[in-house]
């Protein structure tokens, strides 16, 4: 298999942990591991204390494929696979649903697997491009993109890197769409339950059986460490394909990450409402800061997830993103790590150390 780098897991592989501020992150502020046990119920409890550390079930902890489908309103136990990670997920939804020649079509800016694991199959993959004076997306575009060999359309609502959400009537379309088209409507749904300043979005494995929704632990229940995603889809036939290809890959998860899991998602409504206290007293104060430095930046306020898609608009945010790591140590990330054009960048507010962040970027701004 030919794929191209991943460029934005290269860039955070050269400075994430060689900084003092990584600005640009997605994810909400971990928790500790304390913390997180500290929430435990006294199943959960019991299953941590006693926990055997071998194989564990292909497709999951039951109890945890319990709770995850408690997240959606039409789906089972069994409609829902674990993986170790969202990318997994990715990667191995791609590979059950596409083969060389087959289409895809990818809303766009988008993470780089959601389209390269495609291309890297032979697929052919059209990006349409959300609305820079919005970042919504034009699901007309998409209607005009479909094919007669489109077997995929891919979304991510909450969106990253612009923290926009997509609209339930331009959900409900995209499904049409699909199901006219007799497609996988594949929606990358990580961000989820970090709607902030918007109304949740129903999942889309709930609104139709030829969707598959994506989550995570990573980002709304700050455990990107337990390395534990899934998809939900009542398309049994993916399902299948899904659960064969796993055991070409990790074939099951880590058991503590597992339990681990399940915690977190026992008490989500703690868990997310600290997920939600974190942003949006750090959206607050971006906020405030954008517009003291209007004359630097523009963009346009999120209503979901846990990063912006600013603009700088002096232009050069590769140098200058590349400056403010090496004279202040906090990162960001530029549109060209996403393979966008502009001089837009990532710049992520979910973690506590956002404020002190900001301040050595206004040092730096002062600077200059």
């Given at each position: 298999m030919l794929i191209a780098d991943f460029a934005l897991e290269r860039y955070f592989a050269r400075w994430e942990f060689a900084v003092r501020h990584v600005l640009c992150a997605s994810d909400v502020e971990p928790y500790r591991l304390t913390e997180?046990?500290?929430?435990?119920?006294?199943?959960?409890?019991r299953r941590w204390d006693e926990l055997r550390l071998g194989y564990t079930e292909s497709l999951g902890l039951p109890a945890l494929r319990d709770e995850i489908a408690a997240l959606y309103t039409t789906l089972e136990r069994d409609d829902v696979i674990t993986f170790a990670g969202a990318q997994e997920g990715v990667f191995l939804a791609m590979h059950a649903s596409l083969s060389a020649g087959d289409h895809v079509v990818v809303e766009w800016p988008a993470y780089q697997s959601l389209h390269e694991v495609a291309r890297s199959i032979g697929a052919q993959v059209t990006l349409v491009p959300l609305d820079p004076a919005t970042w919504s997306l034009d699901v007309d575009a998409v209607a005009a993109a479909m094919r007669p060999n489109t077997r995929m359309i891919v979304v991510n609502s909450p969106h990253s890197p612009t923290g926009s959400q997509l609209q339930p009537a331009q959900l409900e379309r995209l499904v049409s769409i699909a199901e006219l088209h007799g497609a996988t409507l594949f929606s990358d749904e990580v961000y989820r339950f970090l709607e902030h300043s918007a109304p949740p979005l129903a999942p889309a494995a709930d609104r139709s059986p030829r969707a598959a929704s994506l989550g995570v632990m990573s980002k709304a229940f700050g455990l990107?460490?337990?390395?534990?995603?899934?998809?939900a889809t009542r398309d049994r036939e993916l399902h299948r394909r899904l659960v064969s290809l796993k055991d070409y890959t990790t074939i099951c998860n880590a058991a503590p990450s597992e339990v681990l899991a399940l915690i977190g998602l026992r008490k989500r409504e703690q868990v997310v409402a600290r997920a939600l206290t974190i942003v949006r007293a750090n959206l607050a104060l971006l906020d405030a800061f954008m517009a003291r430095h209007d004359d630097v930046f523009e963009w346009v306020k999120p209503c979901a997830g846990s990063a912006c898609f600013p603009r700088l608009t002096i232009g050069g945010i590769d140098q200058f993103a590349a400056d403010l790591v090496e004279e202040e140590g906090v990162l960001l990330r530029p549109a060209s790590q996403f393979g966008y054009a502009g001089?837009?960048?990532r710049l992520g507010y979910g973690r506590a150390d956002m404020p002190q962040a900001l301040a050595r970027l206004e040092a730096f701004l002062a600077r200059r």
């Open positions: 997180l046990l500290a929430l435990a119920d006294e199943d959960s409890r990107a460490g337990v390395r534990i995603g899934w998809i001089d837009y960048f």
